[in-house]
């Protein structure tokens, strides 16, 4: 196996972690410089519930879908982390996941030779 | 907001990519099916046998709904069946879906569901009072 086989083999985690819409960009910028954080990423969504604008029509809110990926060793207290700055703790504030990966890398720049 | 957070850990997430304009009916059986909520989004894409479907491949969208649900483990082949009947995942060019375990989840637990399982810290330190 070349070296490239075993990038980013060791243990990381991808908590992705589902907002209101403007939310995303300032969890980004606070997990920016966060240890264990490698990469942070978010894009735009919309998302249901169960309330209903009328019988049989869903009422849509706009999310942000923020990816965050750590390092394994410090996923725990980074989910717990997010949990507070996200405010995924009051109503209607969407909803946060972890989930394991088999590899993972950032995305940085390879050295100049 | 709740300073104690409360883990669920058997939920799994339902991932379904479909042609644009599918998800909603995607999301409503889910919802029947016992799905709380969904995310949609939006995101292009092709696959290698698409191309030969249809005249000159025009008739699969190359714009796709991504969906996600969050569902709790015991509903989430309830939910998957469901999803594959109503998008016709058995026709090629439909789309795909897959089910990936979660490690761990959040988010808001009103305190009288709480209080029902036990699981707010609050209750616990009553009952062991008594």
Not at chain 1, 1 to 4: E, Q, T
């Given at each position: 196996?070349?070296?490239?086989g075993?990038?980013?083999?060791?243990?990381?985690k991808?908590?992705?972690?589902?907002?209101?819409a403007?939310?995303?960009?300032?969890?980004?910028?606070?997990?920016?410089?966060?240890?264990?954080?490698?990469?942070?990423?978010?894009?735009?969504?919309?998302?249901?519930?169960?309330?209903?604008?009328?019988?049989?029509?869903?009422?849509?809110?706009?999310?942000?879908?923020?990816?965050?990926?750590?390092?394994?060793?410090?996923a725990?207290?980074?989910?717990?982390?997010?949990?507070?700055?996200?405010?995924?703790?009051?109503?209607?504030?969407?909803?946060?996941?972890?989930?394991?990966?088999?590899?993972?890398?950032?995305?940085?720049?390879?050295?100049?030779? | 907001?709740?300073?104690?957070?409360?883990?669920?850990?058997?939920?799994?997430?339902?991932?379904?990519?479909?042609?644009?304009?599918?998800?909603?009916?995607?999301?409503?059986?889910?919802?029947?099916?016992?799905?709380?909520?969904?995310?949609?989004?939006?995101?292009?894409?092709?696959?290698?046998?698409?191309?030969?479907m249809?005249?000159?491949?025009?008739?699969?969208?190359?714009?796709?709904?991504?969906?996600?649900?969050?569902?709790?483990?015991?509903?989430?082949?309830?939910?998957?069946?469901?999803?594959?009947?109503?998008?016709?995942?058995?026709?090629?060019?439909?789309?795909?879906?897959?089910?990936?375990?979660?490690?761990?989840?959040?988010?808001?637990?009103?305190?009288?569901?709480?209080?029902r399982?036990?699981?707010?810290?609050?209750?616990?330190?009553?009952?062991?009072?008594?």
């Open positions: 196996m070349s070296v490239l075993h990038i980013g083999r060791s243990g990381k991808l908590i992705t972690v589902i907002l209101p403007g939310r995303g960009e300032p969890l980004m910028q606070r997990l920016a410089g966060e240890s264990g954080v490698l990469a942070v990423s978010h894009h735009h969504a919309r998302g249901v519930g169960t309330r209903r604008v009328k019988p049989g029509r869903m009422l849509f809110d706009e999310k942000d879908v923020t990816l965050v990926l750590v390092e394994a060793e410090q725990d207290a980074l989910f717990t982390l997010i949990y507070a700055e996200g405010g995924i703790g009051e109503p209607h504030a969407g909803l946060m996941f972890m989930e394991r990966v088999l590899r993972g890398h950032p995305m940085l720049p390879f050295a100049n030779p | 907001m709740s300073l104690e957070m409360i883990v669920l850990v058997d939920a799994v997430l339902i991932t379904a990519v479909v042609q644009r304009g599918a998800a909603d009916e995607i999301v409503q059986v889910a919802q029947e099916a016992g799905a709380q909520g969904a995310t949609i989004f939006h995101a292009r894409g092709t696959g290698v046998r698409q191309k030969r249809g005249l000159l491949g025009l008739t699969v969208d190359v714009d796709k709904e991504v969906v996600y649900i969050v569902a709790p483990g015991d509903l989430a082949d309830l939910i998957f069946e469901r999803i594959f009947v109503a998008a016709k995942m058995d026709t090629p060019g439909m789309g795909i879906m897959w089910v990936t375990p979660l490690e761990k989840m959040a988010t808001y637990i009103p305190h009288e569901i709480a209080a399982f036990g699981l707010h810290a609050s209750d616990r330190h009553h009952e062991e009072g008594r």
